[in-house]
């Protein structure tokens, strides 16, 4: 998505969704969800092959965390300043280092490092004013048809769902008419 950005004159601006509302809080085992699901080993190499051409590690990570709270945390981040840093640091956590993003424990290690008042936080999950706002939009995303992650809607236009190799995103753009951004070039003023 940074790709977009800096590629294109367009601002990407990412939307909370809960994909799986049903994982219990302490979470549970991706290879359960995939067996329900009929998805399985293709499922996963075919993300991992995409993770690797976006220069992404991806750790082997079999457990589904309960990602309430984590989007939770990114929205109380955005409402100080903060969203692009903790939402950089939850996807680290999770799909590189394999991190449980539903624990408590690592979820203030993310806004501390992130200077967010972690003392704060604690406060605005037990009033739940965010848990509100994560269910109303995954709510409103579902009746609007989205199904899956990634959902990237381009210009209330058009909509691509899953993980896409970046020259669909791109001919994308263009065929909506975004303008591309003027190449920058390094050491020149």
């Given at each position: 998505m940074a790709q977009f950005e800096e590629e294109f004159e367009?601002?990407?601006t990412w939307?909370?969704?809960?994909?799986?509302p049903e994982t219990p809080a302490a979470g549970v085992n991706v290879?359960?969800?995939?067996?329900?699901?009929?998805?399985?080993?293709?499922?996963?190499?075919?993300?991992?092959?995409?993770?690797?051409?976006?220069?992404?590690?991806?750790?082997?990570?079999?457990?589904l965390?309960?990602?309430?709270?984590s989007l939770e945390l990114a929205e109380f981040a955005r409402d100080r300043g903060k969203f692009a840093a903790v939402h950089e640091a939850l996807f680290r956590a999770y799909f590189e280092d394999a991190q449980d993003?539903?624990?408590?424990p690592v979820l203030e290690a993310i806004a501390a490092a992130a200077g967010l008042d972690v003392e704060e936080w604690k406060v605005e999950t037990l009033l739940g004013r965010y848990a509100q706002l994560i269910d109303q939009t995954t709510l409103l995303a579902r009746q609007k048809g989205v199904t899956s992650t990634p959902t990237i809607i381009f210009d209330d236009?058009?909509?691509?769902?899953?993980?896409?190799?970046?020259?669909?995103?791109?001919?994308?753009?263009?065929?909506?008419?975004?303008?591309?951004?003027?190449?920058?070039?390094?050491?020149?003023?």
């Open positions: 367009v601002t990407v939307w909370p969704f809960e994909l799986h290879d359960e969800i995939l067996r329900r699901t009929g998805r399985g080993r293709a499922y996963s190499e075919n993300l991992k092959a995409y993770a690797a051409e976006a220069g992404l590690k991806l750790a082997s990570n079999r457990w965390a309960n990602s309430h709270r993003i539903g624990s408590a236009r058009m909509v691509v769902t899953g993980a896409q190799d970046y020259l669909v995103y791109q001919d994308v753009l263009r065929r909506l008419g975004a303008a591309p951004r003027e190449p920058r070039h390094p050491g020149i003023v």
